[in-house]
């Protein structure tokens, strides 16, 4: 039977039928060549109410150990672009009203004002955290992101030399290196040494690049200097892409003002829940002189008929529905609701929150961080400064040492592999701190490490 | 209404001036009518705050304690302070200033902007989901991946493929997916192809994707049948060709008849068939991709399956495929072990990664969950009853509007409004505006590209034939205006009940202002 979505009476049902001349619903495809059509129904499990479908996720969602204090829950000290920071009744409450929820992309603007002016605001908040005049209206996510960022370097340097710092976090180097087959880009790889890139490595000495691309703070925690990543892009030509956290720029300088020309990044920490690493949040920001460039939807100011104030998507000529095969990107559908949620985020925080949120978090780091430094056999990774984020070398594997803490209710980490194969930080534990880590979670997850690798 | 007082208001004993209110803007504004909505930066007054922490005990270090100096910002980051009732009025009143599908029809085609059934947004927020740290190990998180597993398998027996990417975040990352699985398959047989073929009715997602696929496009023409020109479409093909991307149904709403013969054509030039599945709703149940000989299928669970568009995102547009392809599906991939529990596994030949994480998990949990209350016959009753609602409101508008490709549709129809331009001057943007004070959300318009004055109308199964036939009389009414009044009548003006009233894109483009600080 049809699912009580579908308004239709059989009565109903029939009289259309009849207003079509038609006797039933199978003759609306006659169109359908006959040998094409399925002969039995789809091999599905059967339909179910709602009732035995929710019991159905109770029971799935028991075998999940979530971040939080429920049943089965974690204290959560991984991070890797995921973080566990506060997100408040108030945010959850106004992200999930249907109006935000359920509308289509703003095309009829007359009808779309609450997005777009949720889009204008938010677009206001991601320029003035990357410290860039311009922001898109969002991506799918960090790693897509970067991948806009790329595309957009080369295109302005006509470059296709990409030098990107081993610090970026290795999920998005490798979307970037996917995608990099169909765009041709050639990406170089900058070496980390101590946990930061090496700006003076061999391969950052080419003669030309069209982009310079490096993580702020990087993928281990580290705050890298922007200032050698700068001179390397006015050396060779590049632009300089920053992959930041925009926690980060609740306490350090903005990404812009330390050189970046295109700044993104990944906008979960802003609002949005952990979600198993989804939908999350592009965050993109560029200069105004690169802004015909720009990916994705614009939101700009504009008049009605009236002379009154309005909102509307912009410089849509950029944009795949009208350039076709000679657009720059393909974007269409973004994560408008996720930007809507972090505007929503911010100005809960507002300026004084934001500072809070950083600094909590590294504060929480720093304890966490000398907390586990002090057990034997344990080293810090890197001498680096850092901020909510750093890592450690065990006596154990970190994978093994994970597997363990989950035992004594403890999420410790993530372990850095893949991307880093051979290089030092490989089976080191990758430890996030937010404001959310009480001293009592961190001694406890000191003292259950310590067991742990004994 | 502004809050401020003036002090000086003229010389009239009367309440003293308070002095409290410099800066920052009433938060009780009037709602009901059409006044603007102040941004959140003219809410803001400097010290006022709604965020609240955790007690935590930590030392509360000096940030000069934990970061060197010189990389520590002078000035913080200047965001708009609120309270937290003015946060909730301000983001309140957005929404009363927003059309969306709990309100009412939202019939635009190739959107598939159906109901969104609640209970999938309540299992996205349920704790144990949505709390879920992507780098937990396996073994905390079976349930997610038992959820990926069966979604997966479900997408494939819904197309007719033999396996599936959960990872794409939209249709459009789903299509670039596509063509670098078609890549991929190619260079492992060693040939070095440079075109793919895209009709001309085809959404400008797809030649934007070929191009970043690495190809060229060529553009094949369509028949006097709304369908793809076979005659041009074998003259464009060859041995350089990589595959073809169709819609099946097509934008114009109609069934390729033709697919045996176009799948035929081009897998005996060693090409692949990609099928865009923007389309699939009006298919469900009744014919799969697969069986049509396509390769490879990309599905938008923001259309089929109902997830809420969100205002333009997130979606997810997942990516099945044929068994020649499987190796080369980006990963990890969830997948089902001997002993029934679950695990990651990169597929033997991957193309690699193309999203941070597992794709738009929460999306993905949704359209599990919307499958799960259709099952088969569900998911078949969808598809006849969107067909069903687009043939009904077709024939309504018979006589009235054109009808370009006169054929039986399927969930969608193209009517064109030139006639009506013609005769009265009423162009289908007027139709589009002076329905939203009618109280309906306007059809797409313009597109297809190769129709005059198009609107595409897909009124999605969960419209009621009361919707529909309120829908077609105010279709006709629009018509009947411009007849009885010519053009400058009602359509021209509208919409005047709207929030805002037609809005000059033009001049949003020549004094670019995109941000709060932009304005001068």
């Known amino acids: ?454 | 209404m502004s809050s401020q007082t003036d002090p000086a208001s003229n010389g009239q004993p009367g309440p003293r001036p308070i002095s409290a209110v410099a800066g920052g803007r009433a938060s009780s504004a009037p709602v009901v009518g059409r006044d603007t909505e102040p941004t959140l930066f003219e809410l803001s007054v400097p010290g006022r705050h709604a965020a609240s922490f955790r007690t935590t005990q930590i030392p509360e270090w000096a940030a000069e304690e934990l970061v060197p100096a010189q990389y520590l910002a002078e000035t913080p980051v200047d965001l708009p302070d609120v309270s937290e009732r003015d946060l909730v009025a301000h983001f309140t009143r957005l929404t009363h200033r927003q059309y969306s599908v709990d309100l009412g029809a939202y019939p635009l085609g190739s959107c598939t902007m159906k109901y969104n059934p609640k209970v999938c947004d309540e299992a996205a927020s349920a704790a144990a989901f949505a709390n879920v740290h992507p780098a937990a190990p396996p073994a905390c998180t079976q349930g997610w991946l038992e959820v990926l597993v069966e979604l997966e398998e479900s997408l494939c027996a819904i197309t007719g493929m033999s396996a599936a990417t959960l990872q794409p975040a939209a249709g459009a990352a789903g299509e670039l997916t596509g063509l670098l699985l078609m890549r991929a398959y190619h260079e492992s047989r060693g040939e070095d192809r440079t075109r793919v073929i895209i009709p001309d009715s085809a959404h400008g997602t797809n030649p934007a994707s070929v191009t970043l696929g690495g190809y060229e496009v060529t553009t094949v023409g369509t028949n006097d049948r709304g369908g793809v020109d076979l005659d041009s479409l074998r003259a464009a093909l060859g041995p350089d060709v990589a595959g073809i991307m169709l819609t099946n149904p097509n934008t114009l709403g109609l069934f390729e008849e033709d697919i045996v013969e176009i799948a035929t054509a081009v897998h005996e030039v060693g090409a692949l068939l990609y099928y865009d599945g923007a389309n699939l709703n009006a298919i469900l149940g009744v014919v799969r991709p697969g069986d049509m000989g396509f390769d490879i299928v990309h599905l938008n669970l923001h259309k089929t399956f109902a997830t809420p568009h969100g205002g333009g995102g997130p979606g997810a547009g997942p990516v099945a495929v044929s068994a020649r392809l499987a190796d080369f599906l980006p990963g990890p991939r969830p997948a089902r072990l001997d002993d029934g529990r679950f695990a990651w596994a990169q597929p033997a030949a991957s193309i690699g990664r193309i999203h941070g994480w597992h794709g738009n998990a929460l999306v993905l949990l949704r359209a599990w969950t919307y499958i799960r209350l259709h099952g088969a016959e569900g998911l078949r009753g969808v598809a006849e009853t969107a067909v069903l609602n687009a043939n009904w409101l077709k024939e309504k508008l018979r006589g009235t509007f054109d009808l370009p490709y006169d054929r039986p549709v399927m969930h969608e129809c193209v009517v064109s409004a030139e006639s009506l331009d013609k005769a009265t001057g009423l162009r289908a943007l007027d139709v589009a505006k002076r329905l939203l004070e009618l109280g309906f959300h306007s059809p797409t318009v313009y597109f297809p590209l190769i129709v005059h004055e198009a609107l595409m109308i897909e009124p999605t199964e969960t419209e009621s034939p009361q919707t529909l036939a309120a829908l077609a009389d105010a279709l006709l009414l629009v018509a009947r205006e411009a007849t009885e009044e010519g053009a400058a009548g009602e359509a021209r003006q509208a919409p005047r009940t709207t929030p805002v009233r037609r809005v000059d894109e033009a001049r949003a483009a020549r004094r670019l202002v995109a941000t709060y600080d932009q304005r001068s």
Not at chain 1, 210 to 237: K, S, W
Not at chain 1, 358 to 365: D, K, N, P, T, V
Not at chain 1, 390 to 419: K, N, Q, S, T
Request: hydrophobic share 45%; glycine share 10%; charged share 20%.
């Open chain 1, 1 to 454: 039977m049809t699912a009580p979505f579908v308004p239709h009476t059989d009565a109903e049902v029939a009289a259309m039928l009849g207003d079509l001349g038609l006797e039933s619903l199978d003759e609306l495809f006659a169109t359908i060549p006959a040998a094409l059509r399925l002969a039995g129904g789809l091999d599905l499990p059967p339909q179910q109410s709602e009732a035995d479908v929710v019991d159905r996720l109770v029971d799935l969602g028991e075998h999940n150990r979530p971040a939080g204090r429920c049943a089965g829950g974690l204290v959560c000290f991984a991070g890797a672009g995921a973080y566990d920071h506060e997100v408040p009744a108030a945010v959850r409450s106004l992200a999930s009203r249907s109006e935000f929820v359920t509308a289509y992309t703003p095309y009829q603007a007359e009808v779309a004002q609450g997005v777009l002016q949720a889009l204008f605001e938010y677009q206001t908040m991601i320029a003035r955290l990357a410290g860039l005049e311009i922001a898109n209206g969002s991506l799918y996510d960090g790693a897509a992101s970067l991948v806009e960022g790329v595309n957009l370097a080369v295109a302005a340097t006509g470059d296709r030399r990409v030098l990107c710092s081993a610090g970026v976090n290795p999920r998005w180097r490798a979307v970037l290196a996917t995608f990099s087959k169909g765009s041709g880009h050639d990406v170089v790889t900058l070496p980390l040494r101590d946990g930061v890139t090496d700006w003076s490595a061999a391969v950052a000495r080419p003669a030309s690049a069209g982009a310079v691309v490096v993580g702020f703070p990087n993928y281990l925690g580290c705050i890298e200097d922007l200032a050698a990543a700068r001179d390397l892009a006015d050396r060779t030509g590049a632009r300089l892409v920053v992959c930041a956290d925009p926690i980060a720029s609740g306490l350090l300088r903005t990404p812009g003002s330390l050189g970046a020309d295109v700044v993104v990044g990944e906008g979960q920490p802003l609002g949005i829940a952990l979600g198993y690493g989804g939908p999350y949040l592009g965050l993109f920001a560029c200069r105004a002189a690169d802004v015909r460039r720009l990916p994705g939807r614009l939101v700009g100011e504009t008049v009605d008929a009236d002379g009154k104030l309005a909102y509307v998507t912009t410089l849509r000529a950029r944009e795949q529905d009208i350039r076709r095969e000679k657009a720059s990107s393909n974007v269409c559908t973004n994560q408008t609701l996720m930007a809507v949620t972090a505007a929503i985020q911010l100005g809960w925080l507002g300026t004084s929150g934001l500072r809070e949120i950083a600094l909590r978090s590294a504060r929480a780091a720093r304890y966490a961080h000398d907390s586990l430094a002090a057990i034997d056999g344990v080293e810090p990774l890197s001498p680096h400064p850092y901020l909510r984020e750093f890592a450690l070398r065990l006596p154990v594997d970190a994978e093994v040492a994970i597997e363990r803490l989950v035992d004594e209710g403890y999420l410790a980490g993530v372990a850095v592999r893949d991307g880093f194969a051979g290089t030092d930080a490989e089976g080191c534990l990758l430890v996030a701190a937010t404001e959310r880590r009480t001293r009592g979670e961190i001694d406890g997850f000191a003292a259950s490490l310590e067991k742990a690798i004994r």
